[in-house]
């Protein structure tokens, strides 16, 4: 999912900094050939999305790396993505049922600032896939964006990391 924002600080305000940042409500069991059904690490558990801020990528591209950590707050449009995915190799099942929340923080500027949430999107992702005769067919397809950006005032909170392709665990 392609996600595109900008921040412009009000005149007669220094410009200060902005970037993306998502939590993650990582819900994802399989079935491994090998090990039986499995779950991911700290399955169904808000969290943040592998780092705390995402890459700056250049302007209006989302796949190339600008070359720095965040942007200016000066309205130039910029742009992120992320793309969900769940490997397939020797599994017989799979099943996505993930929520995200993006966030658009701002930092203003000086020594002893703190990034602060300006909107946020929430949205999910879910699709099964099952292999059948050696053949993968797709079930529950669903993609959801509720009614995209708002103003956001509460700051994202989060006690643990989901990190991309973590060794999924036995189903407890």
Not at 70 to 98: C, E, F, R
Request: hydrophobic fraction near 40%; proline fraction near 6%; aromatic fraction near 14%.
């Amino acid at each position: 999912m392609l996600f595109r924002s900008n921040v412009l600080a009000p005149e007669g305000f220094a410009a200060g900094r902005w970037n993306f940042l998502q939590l993650w409500n990582q819900n994802r069991s399989i079935i491994d050939d090998i090990d039986g059904p499995l779950i991911a690490p700290n399955n169904a558990l808000w969290g943040i999305d592998n780092e705390q801020l995402y890459p700056a990528y250049v302007v209006n591209d989302g796949y190339t790396v600008w070359a720095g950590t965040s942007w200016p707050a000066a309205g130039t449009m910029h742009a992120t993505v992320d793309t969900p995915s769940q490997g397939l190799g020797h599994l017989s099942y799979a099943s996505i049922n993930d929520q995200f929340i993006m966030y658009v923080m701002f930092m203003p500027p000086g020594g002893n600032s703190k990034w602060v949430p300006l909107r946020s999107l929430y949205w999910a992702f879910a699709v099964n896939a099952t292999k059948n005769v050696g053949a993968w067919q797709l079930g529950g397809g669903n993609y959801h964006n509720a009614a995209g950006w708002k103003t956001e005032a509460t700051s994202p909170e989060w006690t643990i990391t989901h990190v991309n392709n973590s060794a999924f665990v036995a189903d407890p």
